[in-house]
């Protein structure tokens, strides 16, 4: 199905993408912070320093220029955790932690390696951090299910079949460890989701309204402007904008 050949091309932030060089480490920063460990690795592809076609030179030395950029990588990173909830000071620490570990290093494959070890250190958190309250390991399932399928209409009869559970159980459960109804969360998830590729990508409402199996365009526009106050095309004019202007 196109709608989720588009989808998953998102998430692992394909190199055809013909956008600004800067728009693919957004992207990146976005599964990050969305906690999805699986996309992340996914993402992770060629050296550190297989990235530096589109950066400045802030050194004439090779090793000294690809730290400066780890650490602007690293300082990114943190910035987008705390957006997406991690607490300022561990955010923050963890960033200093692995700024300190790449000034030890010696080549560029350390760095490389470095990228690595963090990128997932802090996908980790943040998936953590959304999972905390979930003690029910059918929960737990049913959130990962969701977020690997946002470009499908997910039942609440059907996920309940996965876990071989009833409807109105799993229900509970949900509620009760998520404060919120199972459809909420998944509407949600698909509007977060849908604000990021706003943001960080140049297809069309109308195309990521079709991505995220919405009924139709003006549900879609209905939805998110009553979580974000806007329309789709409103947010990305004012926060597109401002992104670039960065």
């Not at 999972?131 to 470009?151: F, P």
């Not at 009553?226 to 670039?244: D, I």
Request: aromatic share 12%.
């Amino acid at each position: 199905m196109q709608k989720e050949i588009i989808y998953k091309e998102y998430l692992q932030r394909e190199e055809e993408f013909t956008r600004s060089e800067y728009q693919p480490e957004l992207e990146f920063y976005s599964l990050i912070q969305s906690g999805n460990e699986k996309k992340v690795r996914e993402a992770i592809v060629g050296d550190f320093s297989d990235k530096a076609t589109g950066w400045g030179t802030l050194s004439k030395n090779r090793l000294q220029n690809l730290k400066y950029h780890f650490v602007i990588t690293a300082a990114m990173l943190a910035r987008f955790c705390i957006e997406g909830g991690m607490e300022v000071g561990t955010s923050y620490n963890l960033s200093d932690y692995y700024i300190g570990k790449c000034d030890e290093v010696t080549s560029a494959k350390e760095i490389s390696k470095l990228h690595v070890e963090m990128s997932i250190a802090y996908t980790k958190k943040m998936k953590e951090l959304r999972k905390k309250t979930i003690a029910s390991i059918h929960v737990a399932k049913i959130v990962d299910y969701i977020d690997e399928h946002l470009h499908q209409k997910i039942k609440v009869e059907d996920l309940a079949n996965l876990e071989k559970i009833s409807v109105s159980h799993l229900s509970r459960e949900f509620k009760k460890e998520m404060g919120i109804t199972i459809l909420a969360y998944i509407r949600d998830r698909k509007l977060e989701t849908a604000r990021n590729m706003l943001l960080y990508s140049e297809y069309t409402p109308g195309e990521i309204s079709a991505i995220f199996a919405f009924a139709d365009q003006s549900y879609f526009t209905e939805q998110f402007r009553e979580k974000y106050k806007m329309s789709p095309l409103k947010y990305r004019n004012k926060y597109f904008r401002a992104l670039r202007e960065k």
